[in-house]
């Protein structure tokens, strides 16, 4: 705490100096880091995610005016003012302030509200920018229980973070909900297994003897600026839908590979069986899909495919299914061993979170040199297992590392991925360092 008493001092300061007035309220969103189970929420399937310390901070005062005034502690990211009832959200351009704006219009259209007052906000964030720890999500989030708080209403953080879930989506990045359900629903010193549909949370205690470390690639990747996120989520539910159509399911009803299985009322086992006896591991192209579902070209462009989708010329629906159906099964295991603490717990999570990241790699196709590089060097130096977290193609890696090993096992991936290259340049704290489950978001007021 007294790290975050420093920080809320110095953003008192600079929001005076910008604005010439005082904070009324301060709030607080985390970051996260994502244990296992990856690009598996948006296709309905539980998450075991922790909030990390790293967070966003935003300084609040409400103003008589409608103008919503946005500005930044870092001056890489430019001031912002608009009208707080016009609200446009630019999805060609991922601008900081688009985030912001997400939860803020998530919240407005939640109550149905069209005269709002104005704010000046000064945000601070110390989450590594598109390193896959969910700082877009952590600002959408905040600016959400920011609007909230400005307006004096009430809302449960399971219902925060659905509507937050739904209004990043204004953005374009189709998402499913981990981000912001972990954002508001963390505990200090316990990690959290999120199940959807209804939302909810469930404890799990990481075992004692070892510390999860993240270390960043160095390689940023934007969701909403690249579209390999929205492909994946698209193959995902062309995969669900050929799976039911296959089963005689009503397949223009299904949208998740989660509710194929609860509609077969089967095993995960028994949904990978059923995969790959069904789809074929060559990728599939529009036209090929449109003979399976029996629809036309225009049907399939105009009511499946998102916008952003509409020109993919193949889309490899075997692969991503076998990676979600057997992710699912590794989150739900390595719940189930966090449970029982055998003597060897430490090395059987990580052999759980090693094959997590082979079947991103290879099966969901998500991660890059660099993130492979840095799981190999992670593994070498005492990591018992390792693995891309959040959406990959770029980030962090998070490894589970036995509490003993830590000191060396920091010193050695700092000389062999980052001392090695010019990444040494990016600010050490951001790049490598130890965490423990954070608690999640908070309003603080000016005392």
Not at 46 to 65: F, H, R
Not at 354 to 367: I, V
């Amino acid at each position: 705490m007294p790290i975050l008493c420093d920080r809320l001092l110095k953003l008192k300061e600079m929001f005076n100096s910008k604005f010439g007035s005082v904070p009324k309220f301060y709030v607080r969103a985390p970051g996260r880091v994502n244990i296992i189970g990856e690009h598996i929420d948006y296709c309905g399937y539980s998450v075991l995610p922790m909030a990390v310390e790293q967070d966003m901070l935003i300084a609040v005062e409400p103003v008589k005016t409608h103008v919503l005034q946005l500005a930044n502690t870092n001056p890489l990211y430019p001031d912002f003012s608009t009208s707080a009832n016009n609200i446009q959200i630019d999805k060609t351009k991922p601008l900081w302030h688009n985030y912001f704006l997400c939860g803020f219009k998530g919240i407005q259209e939640h109550f149905g509200l069209s005269d709002l007052t104005g704010m000046n906000c000064l945000v601070d964030g110390n989450i590594p920018p598109s390193s896959g720890l969910s700082s877009s999500s952590a600002l959408v989030c905040c600016a959400g229980l920011v609007t909230l708080t400005v307006l004096g209403m009430n809302l449960s953080k399971v219902e925060l973070a659905e509507i937050c879930t739904k209004s990043e989506h204004y953005i374009g990045t189709e998402g499913g909900g981990m981000d912001q359900s972990i954002s508001f629903l963390a505990e200090e010193g316990t990690a959290k297994l999120i199940e959807f549909s209804p939302l909810r949370a469930t404890d799990v205690k990481l075992p004692s003897g070892a510390v999860f470390v993240i270390a960043n690639s160095c390689v940023e990747m934007n969701k909403a600026a690249t579209s390999h996120f929205n492909i994946r989520v698209m193959e995902c539910r062309l995969a669900a839908k050929l799976l039911a159509k296959h089963k005689c399911l009503p397949w223009e009803e299904v949208l998740r590979l989660e509710e194929v299985q609860a509609k077969l009322e089967v095993s995960l086992e028994e949904m990978l069986l059923i995969t790959e006896g069904t789809l074929h591991s060559e990728p599939y192209s529009p036209e090929e899909i449109c003979r399976c579902l029996g629809i036309s070209l225009q049907e399939l462009k105009t009511q499946i495919l998102s916008p952003n989708t509409q020109d993919v010329l193949t889309f490899k629906l075997y692969q991503r299914a076998k990676h979600v159906y057997s992710e699912a099964a590794r989150v739900l295991q390595f719940k189930k061993i966090c449970e029982e603490t055998p003597d060897n717990t430490v090395q059987l999570l990580g052999e759980l979170m090693n094959q997590s990241h082979m079947s991103c790699r290879d099966m969901y196709e998500c991660s890059c040199p660099e993130l492979d590089q840095l799981v190999d060097i992670c593994r070498k130096f005492g990591a018992q297992g390792s693995r891309l977290t959040g959406a990959g193609w770029g980030g962090c890696t998070v490894s589970i590392v036995p509490a003993d090993k830590l000191s060396s096992f920091l010193a050695n991936v700092h000389e062999a991925y980052y001392q090695r290259s010019n990444r040494s340049l990016v600010p050490e704290k951001q790049s490598l360092f130890a965490t423990k489950p954070g608690g999640g978001a908070l309003v603080f007021l000016e005392a």
